[in-house]
């Protein structure tokens, strides 16, 4: 099981390396309510594709369990799993919940 403190550790460190991978700076405040899709977001569509992907690498990893974050469940969500970081958080322990 991956504890809340280390989904958003994960996504933290996921994010300084997309922008770093990208050229581009870290945001000065990187918190729960950051959004990543939706108005004003920090990413680009392409940004959090590299995000997804660097979120699950770090899930396996770090705990040995592979995840797949864009899933049909996730894609036909009401509400994106991937509004912000504390909900992307949230997608990841449930997510790593299920496949374990």
Do not use: C
């Amino acid at each position: 099981m991956i504890a809340r403190k280390d989904a958003y550790e994960i996504i933290i460190a996921s994010l300084h390396e997309v922008f770093a991978q990208n050229g581009a700076p870290v945001p000065d405040a990187l918190a729960e309510d950051t959004v990543l899709v939706g108005n004003d977001p920090v990413l680009d569509s392409i940004g959090v594709v590299q995000l997804i992907v660097e979120v699950e690498q770090r899930v396996e990893a770090n705990h040995g369990i592979s995840v797949t974050l864009a899933n049909d469940k996730a894609m036909s969500a009401r509400n994106s799993p991937f509004r912000t970081i504390g909900v992307l958080a949230d997608h990841v322990i449930a997510t790593a919940q299920e496949a374990s």
